[in-house]
């Protein structure tokens, strides 16, 4: 059972940047394909980003593309979520999820989540 908990979250204006991080509980965090979701109120889970276990891959729908960046740190335990120029739009929580696939797009494809981090980006 891999435990995630997410971290980073806030309040920032509009164009401006987050970096959301995400620590695994478990050493095998390094054999898991890594993702990132986001769900704003009344509306469904949204696929933001995914990294491979090695990190050496990335995938990201055209909606955060060039602004969002997905890294891991396999010897922290550690996700990262890098946005920039951040809208109104983005808006959300933001979860964190791992995944035997890569790549993984798919709510239905992640194993383990986290709780959560709230993002509200103010216009």
């Known amino acids: 059972q891999v435990q995630l908990v997410e971290s980073g979250g806030g309040l920032v204006p509009a164009g401006g940047s987050l970096r959301l991080s995400c620590e695994a509980s478990?050493?095998?965090?390094?054999?898991?394909?890594m993702g990132w979701f986001r769900q704003a109120p009344g509306k469904e889970r949204e696929f933001v980003a995914a990294?491979?276990?090695?990190?050496?891959?990335?995938y990201y729908p055209d909606s955060v593309k060039g602004r969002f960046t997905i890294s891991r740190d396999n010897a922290k335990n550690t996700v990262y979520l890098q946005m920039n120029s951040l809208k109104p739009e983005d808006t959300a929580v933001y979860y964190c999820?791992?995944?035997?696939?890569?790549?993984?797009?798919?709510?239905?494809?992640?194993?383990?989540w986290g709780q959560g981090t709230q993002v509200t980006v103010s216009s």
């Open positions: 990294i491979r276990w090695s990190g050496s891959r990335t």
């Open positions: 478990e050493r095998t965090f390094s054999s898991y394909a």
């Open positions: 999820a791992a995944s035997s696939r890569f790549p993984a797009s798919m709510f239905r494809e992640y194993d383990y």
